[in-house]
């Protein structure tokens, strides 16, 4: 893409600046540049944000309609709740009969769904061009005339579909239940939740919407080969009108995090494998710290000095890394399955003892050469629209405006092995770490996961 | 961070002492009318489609054969700054032979070349580079995705691999220990593990689609360096193989 015009249509610019040393060859470094439109932004007078971008590399848009609200927003003894509501928001509406919305998707979008994580419920669909309107009617209808077609039948209908996708969150909330203290609300839902789910009554699903399912809630993208204009205009038709409910939007509680030191979480419950994981609790999100904390990643899951220690120790074949971000708080999690009967006791005396010698692999060769590869991942986010629009989403969750690559680009370039070193100092320390042992028991003898919190002894 | 913990404690326990009382009772009672946007004609029908659909306009695919036979694809995307290139044998799938044997040969592509060691290219990554093996019932390869100005070096560097692989003896143990395990952690959900069982006990170790790609136990413990170069030299011939480029 010639350089000039893209920065005269005003199209995002991804250079990667030279940030080289000298031994890097000027032929082997990446030296190009991207271009798609620039994603443009609005807010309706009724609160909700807007955000679009045209990218007409192929006929079909991505819609996604987030809603700031997650099973976190339960309240408590009335788990699922959220996730309930997400699902009778799938039922009629005044215009919709039964079914139509499933319908409607079905025929006309090749990916679509609605998934309540514990801060967001997020709605998308991947239509054909000609088609985007449609997704806009459906969200509308979700939105400002789902609530007056809730009834008895379909809240006793969608609890027993709730109920039956329980099991996709018994892993986390295993672990969550021994994390977070009981009043927390990244707390799961009790052993009970089944009884919970019962005690859900039709006030509370409507009391939820009203506080939530709104337009100064929410913000939607819409990523795909549209002129702005029109879009916009679809959106005005849709939205627009939307009034938003009499009582106050839900406040959202979310206390910052942090776990206490040197300590163990054991988690006793039938299981193939035992594991041990390194789980590190880390502050509000943040760009930069972001940008080092996938660096970080990408250099041990690259070639790390651990794994070496814990294959020859007999304990493990290696780990692998993980990065979630929540609001205000995060987690970066290193999970170790343990072989055959080895204590994890053993692994955790290891990472300890091997944790130091990250440090020493950060060299200024190796923080480059994963500063590509984050850069990489990052350019991939721009594959299509979807990807784009996924990627919109999550930094608007997190960091409260649209994605912007060359500025993610910019903050991986700003990455250096000292900035590393702070990180792994200021947050990564062993000490601060959660160990969180899962280990096997018999299905014999159990009831359900038995789990204990104590001080880790070096 | 205690003194954290003990914040975060406190400011829980202040909020769940002020939502006490019945559950749920912190969010009110559902007030005002169900539904205050006012009602629209054009609200009561899904919009009319807009224009006629639009098919996607497949790049343009230009193909060559070299003269040994191996087949060439070039897609030229311009909007992308990734680009990919693809070796692929429709010789080298694990339907066809002992079971096992075309896995750990995919995967021994990964451990080292007569010029690289096997810790960089299964690294699994080279700078930007991503490398990686894959196999199905009747097609292998190997892809390299990096970004689209290093095309050519990834083009070199998969010519490496594919050509001049190095089979190290002691790589390819450690690579059937790790396809074991790798077998051991796919048969963790039952019905994996089930499958593997029954098709194991239905068709033994013969070399039959049904039969368990990472191969058995047994069949795992017959293979040696000698049949994996010999695979090699016969599967990954040029003139039953692909080299796919994708990129700016």
Redesign the interface.
């Known amino acids: 893409?010639n350089r000039r015009r893209a920065i005269g249509l005003g199209l995002w610019l991804?250079a990667?600046a030279p940030n080289v040393r000298a031994e890097h060859a000027a032929a082997?470094?990446?030296?190009?540049?991207?271009?798609?439109a620039k994603p443009m932004e609005h807010r309706l007078a009724n609160g909700l944000r807007v955000v679009l971008q045209p990218d007409r590399?192929?006929?079909?848009v991505a819609v996604h309609v987030v809603y700031r609200v997650g099973s976190a927003d339960d309240?408590?003894?009335?788990g699922e709740?959220a996730h309930l509501l997400e699902h009778l928001t799938y039922g009629p509406t005044?215009?919709l009969a039964a079914g139509a919305i499933f319908e409607?998707l079905e025929r006309n979008s090749w990916n679509w769904n609605g998934t309540t994580s514990v801060d967001h419920t997020t709605y998308h669909a991947l239509v054909?061009?000609?088609?985007?309107?449609?997704p806009?009617?459906l969200e509308?209808?979700r939105m400002?005339?789902a609530?007056?077609a809730f009834t008895e039948t379909r809240l006793e209908s969608d609890k027993r579909i709730v109920k039956n996708e329980l099991w996709q969150r018994a892993h986390d909330w295993e672990m969550a239940r021994g994390i977070f203290?009981?009043?927390?609300?990244y707390h799961p839902p009790s052993h009970d939740v089944e009884d919970?789910i019962d005690?859900?009554d039709l006030?509370?699903v409507?009391?939820?919407?009203?506080?939530t399912y709104r337009p100064d809630n929410a913000f939607i993208v819409m990523v795909g080969?549209f002129q702005v204009a029109h879009a916009r205009s679809l959106v005005d038709?849709y939205f627009a009108?939307?009034?938003?409910?009499?009582?106050p939007l839900?406040p959202r509680?979310r206390?910052?995090?942090?776990?206490?030191?040197g300590k163990t979480l054991t988690i006793w419950a039938p299981r193939?494998?035992e594991v041990v994981k390194a789980v590190w609790s880390l502050p509000p999100f943040d760009f930069q710290r972001a940008a080092e904390i996938e660096v970080l990643a990408?250099i041990l899951g690259?070639?790390d000095p651990l794994t070496d220690v814990l294959r020859r120790a007999g304990v493990s074949?290696g780990f692998t890394l993980e990065v979630e971000q929540r609001l205000h708080t995060g987690f970066f999690t290193l999970s170790l399955a343990l072989r055959r009967d080895v204590d994890p006791t053993r692994a955790d005396r290891l990472l300890d003892a091997g944790w130091p010698r990250v440090a020493e692999i950060l060299t200024p060769e190796r923080v480059e050469?994963a500063k590509?590869?984050v850069?990489?991942h990052v350019?991939?986010e721009?594959?299509s629209a979807e990807s784009l629009a996924r990627a919109h989403c999550h930094w608007l969750k997190h960091a409260g405006r649209p994605f912007s690559p060359s500025q993610a680009v910019t903050w991986i370039r700003r990455v250096s092995p000292a900035s590393l070193a702070r990180l792994l100092t200021a947050h990564l320390a062993p000490k601060?770490r959660l160990s969180v042992h899962l280990r096997h028991t018999d299905q014999a003898r159990f009831d359900r996961p038995e789990t204990s919190l104590r001080t880790r002894t070096p | 961070?205690?003194r954290?913990?003990l914040?975060?404690?406190l400011?829980?326990?202040a909020?769940?002492l002020a939502?006490c009382g019945r559950?749920?009772?912190?969010?009110?009672?559902?007030?005002?009318?169900?539904?205050?946007?006012?009602?629209?004609p054009?609200?009561?029908?899904?919009?009319?489609?807009?224009?006629?659909?639009?098919?996607?306009e497949a790049p343009v695919l230009r193909h060559a054969v070299l003269d040994n036979g191996l087949e060439l694809l070039v897609v030229e995307q311009?909007?992308?700054?990734?680009g990919a290139a693809s070796y692929a044998s429709r010789n080298a799938g694990y339907a066809d032979t002992t079971p096992g044997l075309a896995v750990v040969t995919a995967a021994m592509l990964l451990r080292g070349t007569e010029f690289d060691d096997g810790?960089v290219l299964t690294?699994?990554?080279?700078?930007?580079f991503?490398v990686e093996a894959w196999i199905a019932e009747n097609a292998a390869g190997i892809q390299i995705?990096?970004?689209?100005?290093?095309a050519r070096?990834a083009i070199e560097l998969l010519a490496q691999i594919v050509r001049r692989p190095a089979f190290d003896p002691g790589e390819l143990q450690a690579r059937l220990a790790?396809q074991s395990?790798e077998s051991f952690a796919s048969s963790?959900f039952v019905e994996g593990h089930l499958e593997a069982l029954a098709l194991e006990q239905l068709y033994g170790d013969g070399p039959r689609l049904t039969s368990p790609a990472w191969g058995t136990k047994r069949s795992r413990a017959a293979l040696t360096r000698e049949l994996v170069v010999e695979y090699h030299r016969t599967s990954y011939v040029p003139a039953a193989s692909a080299l796919i480029v994708v990129g700016?």
């Open positions: 893409v991804v990667l082997s470094r990446p030296a190009y540049v991207v271009s798609v590399r192929a006929p079909r309240p408590k003894g009335l709740l005044r215009h409607h054909p061009s000609h088609r985007i309107a449609l806009l009617w509308s209808e400002a005339f609530l007056e203290p009981e009043a927390h609300p919970e005690g859900i006030d509370h409507r009391a939820l919407y009203q506080r080969d038709r009108p939307i009034v938003k409910p009499e009582p839900l509680f206390p910052a995090f942090t776990f206490p030191d193939y494998t990408e690259d070639e074949e050469r590509d590869v850069v990489r350019l991939r721009l594959e601060a | 961070v205690t954290g913990w914040t975060t404690s400011a829980t326990l909020v769940s939502s559950p749920g009772s912190e969010l009110g009672r559902p007030r005002g009318p169900l539904t205050p946007t006012p009602d629209a054009f609200r009561s029908a899904p919009p009319d489609p807009i224009g006629a659909e639009r098919w996607i311009p909007w992308t700054a990734l810790r690294g699994p990554r080279i700078g930007a991503a995705e990096t970004f689209g100005s290093q070096a790790s395990t963790t700016p």
